[in-house]
């Protein structure tokens, strides 16, 4: 890690940055907190750059091949696409996002 220069600490930093929101978005997704979806959609969105970054400067030492890590990133892009899709679905159909509309609109 001596070696390392100001891109590969930038990554680092980038993903440690990254595991941190995802922590705090899961505590406001577990608490049922109006937004927590969106959190997800913008960590998800967050992610795929961070993935992107990492291919555009290959610094950070890794066991797979240059061809495995292209899928590799292609998978991970494709799922935090699919995520941030999910999570903004979700966001726009939560009732704890619609805040009094949603207890308005209860007829029981």
Do not use: N, Y
Not at 27 to 54: D, K, Q, S
Request: charged content about 20%.
């Amino acid at each position: 890690m001596a070696w390392f220069g100001a891109t590969a600490w930038t990554l680092v930093a980038a993903r440690i940055a990254l595991a941190g929101a995802g922590i705090a978005i899961a505590r406001r997704l577990r608490a049922h907190e109006p937004g927590a979806w969106w959190g997800v959609a913008l960590w998800a969105g967050a992610a795929i750059g961070a993935t992107l970054l990492e291919r555009a400067w290959p610094e950070l030492p890794t066991s797979l091949a240059p061809s495995e890590a292209r899928l590799v990133a292609i998978a991970a892009v494709v799922r935090d696409a699919a995520l941030a899709l999910a999570a903004a679905w979700l966001a726009r159909t939560d009732p704890a996002d619609q805040g009094d509309e949603a207890r308005a609109r209860d007829s029981s």
